[in-house]
T-cell receptor
Framework: ETGVTQTPRHLVMGMTNKKSLKCEQH?????MYWYKQSAKKPLELMFV???????ENNSVPSRFSPECPNSSHLFLHLHTLQPEDSALYLC????????????FGQGTRLTVV | GQQVMQIPQYQHVQEGEDFTTYCNSS?????IQWYKQRPGGHPVFLIQ?????EVKKQKRLTFQFGEAKKNSSLHITATQTTDVGTYFC????????????FGKGTLLTVNP
């Protein structure tokens, strides 16, 4: 247990569905991240939030919409996804500062059908 | 933007053989971190290197940070089946105080 909790652990959704992934940490971290991990592109950084402000969007399609209501919670809202979006979605958090390690959640295994 | 390259992408060894993975950054790093992801698991922090030329050991694992702080290596001596997994390096660029850029990882498989 890393202190970063992701729900759900597994999700199957149709291309017309809307779903949300949730990430929660109570480690006192102020930076939170969404990563996509697939066979083709391991650990692809999607979004970064620092002190609730989005600081990075790595050219992610608009069908992925992040939300960070506070430093402890991070969401990834999904709508009209494509089968190629099937992947493991990992949330991570860290302190802000030089040399701070990232703590990963166990991930949500997403399958788009 | 910063890029972190890692080689090899895959490595298969016989149990007892040594293993090395290499990491190179396009920019100077303030520190480099190594993570291990077991099959079906999530990345877990192993170690961090900060100083130029730094070498750290964890049992059979030896980590090095280059003099120019742009490259790093992880060496495992006498691999065991428990070493199986993907090893990622992650660099924190000088001037950044939180963002990590991960390499693509090296998947290590060990034949018993």
């Amino acid at each position: 247990e890393t202190g970063v909790t992701q729900t759900p652990r597994h999700l199957v959704m149709g291309m017309t569905n809307k779903k949300s992934l949730k990430c929660e940490q109570h480690l006192g971290h102020n930076a939170m991240y969404w990563y996509k991990q697939s066979a083709k592109k391991p650990l692809e950084l999607m979004f970064v939030y620092n002190f609730k402000e989005q600081t990075e969007n790595n050219s992610v399609p608009s069908r992925f919409s992040p939300e960070c209501p506070n430093s402890s919670h991070l969401f990834l809202h999904l709508h009209t996804l494509q089968p190629e979006d099937s992947a493991l979605y990992l949330c991570a958090s860290s302190l802000t500062g030089v040399g701070t390690e990232a703590f990963f959640g166990q991930g949500t295994r997403l399958t788009v059908v | 933007g910063q890029q972190v390259m890692q080689i090899p992408q895959y490595q298969h060894v016989q149990e007892g053989e040594d293993f090395t993975t290499y990491c190179n950054s396009s920019t100077t790093l303030s520190n480099i971190q190594w993570y291990k992801q077991r099959p079906g698991g999530h990345p877990v922090f192993l170690i961090q290197l900060v100083k130029s030329g730094e070498v750290k050991k964890q049992k059979r694992l030896t980590f090095q940070f280059g003099e120019a702080k742009k490259n790093s290596s992880l060496h495992i001596t006498a691999t065991q089946t428990t070493d199986v997994g993907t090893y990622f390096c992650a660099g924190q660029e000088t001037g950044s105080n939180y963002k990590l850029t991960f390499g693509k990882g090296t998947l290590l498989t060990v034949n018993p």
